[in-house]
């Protein structure tokens, strides 16, 4: 098993920045790409961003791209998103995920973090 825990949301103004964090424990050998989600009130969860635990590689959902940046550091075996120039729609619980390089799906999840941004 791999434990997720996302800190970091809170609440914001049209414009500003935040960065989230998540911290990976457990079985973190078994993770091959760590992504983010988000959700918003009324919405099915959708993809943000991911990258891949070995060698970065990154992809980013339309959008989100040219503002958010995710990162890993896989010393401290934590995948982080820096949210920049963010707008109201990008309002939404924020959730982490890992995916099991054994299954190719995204079995692990954080509890979420709420990510609030005012107009």
Do not use: H
């Amino acid at each position: 098993q791999v434990q997720l825990v996302e800190s970091g949301g809170g609440l914001v103004q049209a414009g500003d920045s935040l960065t989230l964090s998540c911290a990976a424990s457990g079985r973190t050998f078994s993770i091959y790409t760590m992504g983010w989600f988000r959700q918003a009130p009324g919405s099915e969860r959708e993809f943000v961003a991911r990258i891949t635990w070995s060698d970065g590689r990154t992809y980013y959902a339309d959008a989100v791209k040219g503002r958010f940046t995710i990162s890993r550091d896989t010393a401290k075996n934590t995948v982080y998103l820096q949210m920049n120039s963010l707008k109201p729609e990008d309002t939404a619980v924020y959730y982490c995920s890992a995916m099991n390089v054994a299954t190719g799906r995204y079995d692990y999840w954080g509890q979420g973090t709420q990510v609030t941004v005012s107009s």
